[in-house]
């Protein structure tokens, strides 16, 4: 059982490089989620998908980008990377969202994608 | 604003030695008090759910419980393998999921 598969793992860019991360499950859940772990903050949503075809907005959207290419992916793309948004980024996926994008039950998180920029 | 308050930070403990670690939330309405485990390097893994004051869940060594105000994740005789830190994440109404910054728990041997 694979789960949420997230690639790549790793990666290092340069101020304004862009780049694509990618989250795949196998789980057939409906919601899946972009967030990003910073040492001494909490988890934060970047973005979410409560189902296929639909896309919102989280607490930190901004120079992000995200793709529900069907029910299985989800994709996030940095346009132009700059410094602050070295991270750890966590996919997730849960059966379901409900109304505003609350989250119904237990999230399902992939490995992490460590991403430094210079 | 919904908040989650976690405490200690970090917390060592010996083997065998019981302890508590502290979820304190403010959220309005709360919908769901979720407990993760997560390993360094890894992905937080699910633990348990409360919905509702009074609620308790148990699993292996832990058990987490849950007040109006706070929920309690009790270690039991932990062993080195319960090494991680663990998170707690409160579900509200409009603000969706909020995670708390995590306790850092070390077994020692």
């Known amino acids: 059982n694979a789960g949420v598969t997230q690639t790549p793992k790793f990666q290092v860019l340069k101020t304004g490089q862009s780049m694509t991360l990618q989250c795949a499950q196998d789980m057939n859940h409906n919601s899946m989620y972009w967030y990003r772990q910073d040492p001494g903050m909490g988890l934060r949503l970047i973005y979410y998908?409560?189902?296929?075809?639909?896309?919102d907005k989280g607490e930190v959207p901004n120079g992000y980008n995200v793709s529900r290419l069907n029910k299985r992916e989800f994709s996030l793309r940095l346009e132009s990377a700059a410094p602050s948004q070295t991270s750890v980024y966590f996919c997730?996926?849960?059966?379901?969202?409900?109304?505003?994008?609350?989250?119904?039950?237990?999230?399902?998180f992939g490995e992490g994608s460590r991403l430094t920029v210079l | 604003e919904d908040q989650v308050t976690q405490s200690p930070e970090a917390l060592r403990l010996q083997e065998g030695e019981s302890s508590s670690l502290n979820c304190s939330y403010t959220?309005?309405?709360?919908?769901?008090l979720f407990w993760y485990r997560q390993d360094p390097g890894k992905g937080p893994e699910f633990l348990f759910t409360?919905?509702?004051a009074g609620e308790e869940k148990e699993k292996e060594r832990l058990k987490a419980t849950l007040t109006k105000k706070e929920s309690f994740l009790h270690i039991t005789a932990p062993k080195p393998e319960d090494s991680a830190t663990y998170l707690c994440?409160?579900?509200?109404?409009?603000?969706?999921?909020?995670f708390g910054k995590g306790t850092h728990l070390i077994i020692q041997p």
């Open positions: 409360l919905y509702s």
């Open positions: 997730a996926s849960s059966e379901a969202t409900g109304t505003g994008g609350v989250i119904t039950g237990e999230l399902f």
């Open positions: 998908s409560a189902s296929e075809g639909t896309t």
């Open positions: 959220v309005s309405g709360l919908r769901g």
């Open positions: 994440a409160a579900r509200g109404g409009a603000d969706g999921l909020t």
